[in-house]
């Protein structure tokens, strides 16, 4: 069964002090790999899909990448309003149709002014 | 370009009573898919729906419950319901064969007593 693992589970930095947070998962056959950020009591936002090891995707403060074991998701000088919690998330493996999604447990970002 | 939506916000209902949430997809899509997320967890993948059919079910019993309609819209029902059920609950729409991206409404909070 598909399992993905997220770490730190929460993660206090200082405005403009860079850092990664860390996915890790096992599937049979990676279909893509997506990174979500979650406002509290929201819905999560999509932010980013990879597809295969060594790509690399961007956006604003945020770079997101692949290995064959896991992504990581990049926060460069980040600003308070970068505080949310990130999810990945991997589809669920084989056919033709895209199903389920798999979760990790998300870390809980704080950035301090 | 609408998103996708979700009623009502918040609910509160008492154990044993039904509950019915809606969901509409984002404009073009034709994939609904529902998740439950408990606080502090990553959301947990439920079922979903295309062609007006069930095609993947996860680990949750069959007080669990849903629908599609030819619009494309959906109702997750839930029956009997225990304190367990309280939760975020997530819609999700995707385009089948497009690719594995889902995009999140904001959800509803159900909170049993």
């Known amino acids: 069964e598909d399992q993905v693992t997220q770490s730190p589970e929460a993660l206090r930095l200082q405005e403009g002090e860079s850092s990664s947070l860390n996915c890790s998962y096992t599937v049979s056959g990676l279909r893509g790999l997506f990174w979500y950020r979650q406002d509290p009591g929201k819905g999560p936002e999509f932010l980013f899909t990879l597809y295969s090891a060594g790509e690399e995707k961007e956006k604003e403060r945020l770079k997101a990448t692949l290995t064959k074991k896991e992504s990581f998701l990049h926060i460069t000088a980040p600003k308070p309003e970068d505080s949310a919690t990130y999810l990945c998330a991997v589809p669920k493996a084989g056919g033709t149709s895209y199903g389920k999604l798999t979760f990790g447990q998300g870390t809980i970002l704080t950035v301090h002014p | 370009d609408a998103g996708v939506t979700q009623s009502p916000t918040h609910l509160i209902k008492t154990r044993g009573q039904q509950v019915t949430l809606r969901c509409s997809p984002k404009s073009g899509h034709d994939t609904v898919s529902w998740y439950q997320q408990a606080l502090g967890q990553g959301p947990q993948f439920i079922f979903q729906y295309y062609e007006e059919e069930e095609r993947q079910r996860g680990n949750f019993p069959d007080r669990f419950s849903g629908h599609q309609f030819p619009n494309y819209s959906s109702e997750l029902n839930v029956n009997a319901l225990l304190l367990g059920d309280s939760a975020l609950y997530l819609c999700?729409?995707?385009?089948?064969?497009?690719?594995?991206?889902?995009?999140f409404g904001p959800g509803t909070r159900l909170t049993v007593t």
């Open positions: 999700a729409s995707s385009l089948e064969g497009a690719s594995a991206e889902q995009y």
